[in-house]
């Protein structure tokens, strides 16, 4: 099976990711887990450049850098585990791109789904977590930690992802399971867990 988990940055996807990852290893099961960008050597050195707060990227040149990086982790880490029937869990995916490049940087949703295609081969998650978090909830979190290059945008632009996230999610109700991270770790994971039925 292939989850991923989406959400705006400090929705807490991380620390659920971990907690499903061991939960699914007491069971017994081979899991796999990653993130995005990232997950292979290449993918590793195209997140340094796309979170380095002293590049200037331009938009689409940042659009094609995720899309690169995915193609990769996709081809030579997701695609073989899911053929031999590995749990697979990442953090963010598709979604994180038409939140942040098309609802956010304003790029065209339609192009991204064409770019999601090509680099994920047509694979897509079975099962998708949007931990749903409003936006004065994550400017609470966000002042205990170093921002990246994407996390500095602003409210507005955090906003726009937000909403954007909320549009995927009503879009996609066959994949797209939308929890409350508004609650306790605690509670998330039950609900995860409940949802998961395993
Ligand atoms: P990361 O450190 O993984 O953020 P977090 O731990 O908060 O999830 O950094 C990923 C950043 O890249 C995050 O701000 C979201 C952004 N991003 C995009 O803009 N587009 C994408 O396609 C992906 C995968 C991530």
Redesign the pocket.
Known sequence: MFISFEG????G??TQLKLLNDYLNELGYKVIAV????GTPLSEKI?EI??NKNNNISNIA?LLL??A??AELIHNIIKPACNEGVFVLT????D??L???GY?RGLDTNYINILNTIATEMLIPDITFYLQLPLSIVKQRYSIKKL?R??QLGEVFLQKVIDGFDIIASNNTERIIIIDATQSIEKVFQNIKNKLKI
């Open positions: 705006i940055d400090g929705c996807k991380t993130r995005e960008p990232g997140r796309l979170l940042e995720f899309e990086a995915r953090d963010r995916f598709i994180s791109t939140a942040y490049q956010g990246d994407i996390e």
